[in-house]
């Protein structure tokens, strides 16, 4: 009984920060691999990275590669997702996956997933 909640996402101008959040419910935080996905309008549902429960994260997507940054916090079983720099392409619903086995880099990887928070870059 695995259950990701996003949040934090929302308005935010060009060049701003924001800081999303993924609670994770239950004991198996510790174990699992958690990552970010992203969908923006009329495009395919893209990772951006992963964190192992170790604390390794993959690569980031290029297109967010400088600008943001994961993290976990095991004793809040959370894990973050800070974006800086934020640019009007970065609009999109951001979600968060978690994986027992690997790092949930691609859909096929993914266990559980949340069901995703707006967030929207204005211009």
């Known amino acids: 009984q695995v259950q990701l909640v996003e949040s934090g996402g929302g308005l935010v101008q060009a060049g701003g920060s924001l800081r999303l959040s993924c609670a994770v419910s239950?004991?198996?935080?510790?174990?699992?691999?958690v990552g970010w996905f992203r969908q923006a309008p009329g495009k395919e549902r893209e990772s951006i990275v992963s964190?192992?429960?170790?604390?390794?994260?993959?690569d980031y997507a290029d297109s967010v590669k400088g600008r943001f940054t994961i993290s976990r916090d095991n004793a809040k079983n959370t894990v973050y997702l800070q974006m800086g720099s934020l640019k009007p392409e970065d609009t999109a619903v951001y979600y968060c996956?978690?994986?027992?086995?690997?790092?949930?880099?691609?859909?096929?990887?993914?266990?559980?997933w949340g069901k995703g928070t707006l967030v929207t870059v204005s211009s």
């Open positions: 964190i192992g429960y170790n604390g390794v994260n993959t």
């Open positions: 996956a978690a994986s027992y086995y690997k790092d949930p880099d691609s859909q096929d990887d993914v266990d559980y």
């Open positions: 239950g004991r198996a935080f510790s174990i699992l691999s």
